[in-house]
């Protein structure tokens, strides 16, 4: 159970494009998902936060009009990479949380790898 | 916010011995840890986790212990196998923060000789 799936998995585009990232739960419905990015031999870098049906919430320093995040049904959210240029380049992962009592644990997508040239 | 500390950043054992991985915490309002294996282009996967109202858990050969009043938790893998092989990230959670986020520490690559 709780699984999540991320697409696409890889993404090599021309500097200016815009690109969308999905990430859904598939066995369980979650209120909340998290945007996050890793550079190489580095650790998980919480971008955002997405609500379904409200606004995401935004780490300090990350540009939410470069980061669209839209979390617009209980199993999916989206992250589009706006006018993406090199330095954008890096691993993003989604992870979703089961609605329940206290804290539970986030289940992490396959991640998708953004190449941007 | 919580600042999380994770040692050591590289840890080499020889297939059969113990590994012990530690992480501190910073915000003693912090009840959730969980610690996540991720392997190289892979997702984390949670591999065990332990709330504040419980001192220790373990699962087969994963354990892992929480001292809060030192603000500290560690995993302990027995009997390493060379699969065992991999980074591994804990994590902290603070209850109300705003949706429960997690902090990372900054991994522990594990490698497992034969």
């Known amino acids: 159970g709780a699984v999540v799936s991320q697409h696409p998995s890889w993404v090599i585009c021309k500097s200016g494009t815009s690109v969308k990232i999905e990430c859904r739960s598939l066995d369980f419905q979650a209120t909340t998902m998290f945007w996050y990015r890793q550079f190489p031999k580095q650790s998980l870098m919480l971008m955002a936060t997405?609500?379904?049906?409200?606004?995401?919430?935004?780490e300090q320093g990350v540009e939410k009009d470069k980061f669209l995040i839209n979390h617009a049904s209980l199993t999916l959210s989206t992250l589009t990479v706006t006018s993406a240029h090199p330095e954008d380049s890096s691993f993003y992962i989604c992870s979703a949380r089961v609605v329940g009592l206290g804290t539970q644990p986030q289940h992490f997508g396959d991640g998708t790898r953004l190449s941007i040239l | 916010g919580e600042n999380v500390e994770q040692h050591p950043s590289t840890l080499s054992v020889q297939e059969g011995d113990s590994a012990v991985i530690k992480c501190t915490y910073s915000?003693?309002?912090?009840?959730?840890f969980p610690w996540y294996k991720q392997e190289l282009g892979k997702r984390p996967q949670l591999i065990i986790d332990?709330?504040?109202?419980?001192g220790e858990k373990k699962d087969q050969r994963i354990a892992v212990t929480l001292n809060k009043t030192a603000k500290h938790f560690s995993l302990h893998i027995t009997e390493t196998q060379p699969e065992d092989s991999a980074v591994y990230f804990c994590a902290a959670s603070i209850p109300g923060s705003g949706y429960s986020t997690l902090t990372f520490g900054k991994g522990t690559m594990l490698l497992v000789s034969p």
């Open positions: 332990i709330r504040s109202n419980v």
């Open positions: 997405s609500n379904e049906g409200s606004k995401a919430t935004y």
């Open positions: 915000d003693s309002a912090s009840n959730y």
